[in-house]
């Protein structure tokens, strides 16, 4: 199956850490990568956890490199693999996705050939707080049969879901209590070794 073909599912706790990392670092902007595995029948990429990576400057090269090589090595040993990349710009009302995130993505694709961005949409995450909607705040970005990144409209056969439908609900209960100060990332990890990149106490 193609890779326009495929859907793309995020898991709950997958889509709140990336969102939380947004929000905890307003005016910069924040990547991270996402990890999961292709569903049993090939239909569905399964994102089951994400990482957060810098919100300091976005490198290409060494922090990042060392950070995937990191990040691999952890889920490989459990099966899984990194799966796309997310993305949220500096500016709040920035809505394309830069040449930084579109190399970064071609960098994982070239391992995982059906690797998405998602890039965070902050019309949707002001208008969650009102709407209460179910649907993600992230749009889906895959690469064309040419290799270029294309923006997935959301009402594209319903190609990207989140797996629980009351992430949103949690995701606002998150945000009005401030969760998304215990976030760590990779540059917290690089500054103070004692922080987990894993965020392991996030959900408890």
Same mark, same amino acid.
């Given at each position: 199956?193609?890779?326009?073909?495929?859907?793309?599912?995020?898991?709950?706790? /997958?889509?709140?850490? %990336?969102?939380?990392?947004?929000?905890? &670092?307003?005016?910069? /902007?924040?990547?991270?990568?996402?990890?999961? =595995?292709? #569903?049993?029948?090939? /239909?569905?990429?399964?994102?089951? @956890?994400?990482?957060?990576?810098? &919100?300091?400057? !976005?490198?290409?090269?060494?922090?990042?490199?060392?950070?995937?090589?990191?990040? @691999?090595?952890?889920?490989?040993?459990?099966?899984?693999? !990194?799966?796309?990349?997310? &993305?949220?710009?500096?500016?709040?009302?920035?809505?394309?996705?830069?040449?930084? /995130?579109?190399? !970064?993505?071609?960098?994982?694709?070239?391992?995982?050939?059906?690797? +998405?961005?998602?890039? %965070? $949409?902050?019309?949707?995450?002001?208008?969650?707080?009102? #709407?209460?909607?179910?649907?993600?705040?992230?749009?889906?970005?895959?690469?064309? +049969?040419?290799?270029? *990144?294309?923006?997935?409209?959301? $009402? +594209?056969?319903? =190609?990207?879901?989140?797996?629980?439908?009351?992430?949103?609900? !949690?995701? %606002? $209960?998150?945000?009005?209590?401030?969760? *998304?100060?215990?976030?760590?990332?990779? $540059?917290? &990890?690089? @500054?103070?070794?004692?922080?987990?990149?894993?965020?392991?106490?996030?959900?408890?």
């Amino acid at each position: 199956m193609g890779s326009t073909d495929l859907k793309y599912e995020v898991s709950q706790n /997958a889509y709140i850490k %990336l969102v939380l990392h947004s929000l905890k &670092h307003p005016t910069s /902007a924040v990547n991270g990568v996402l990890i999961g =595995r292709i #569903s049993p029948s090939n /239909a569905t990429v399964e994102i089951t @956890d994400a990482v957060p990576l810098f &919100h300091s400057q !976005i490198p290409l090269l060494p922090q990042l490199e060392i950070s995937l090589i990191l990040i @691999d090595e952890y889920f490989s040993a459990k099966g899984l693999n !990194i799966v796309g990349y997310f &993305h949220a710009n500096e500016r709040s009302d920035e809505f394309e996705l830069g040449g930084v /995130a579109k190399n !970064i993505g071609d960098h994982i694709s070239r391992y995982f050939p059906q690797a +998405a961005i998602l890039l %965070l $949409d902050n019309k949707k995450l002001e208008a969650l707080k009102k #709407s209460k909607s179910s649907g993600a705040v992230m749009q889906l970005y895959v690469r064309d +049969a040419s290799k270029n *990144w294309k923006l997935v409209q959301s $009402d +594209a056969n319903n =190609r990207f879901s989140l797996k629980e439908p009351s992430a949103n609900l !949690i995701l %606002l $209960d998150y945000i009005s209590s401030e969760k *998304w100060r215990d976030i760590v990332d990779f $540059d917290d &990890h690089l @500054d103070d070794i004692s922080k987990d990149w894993l965020n392991p106490g996030l959900f408890n």
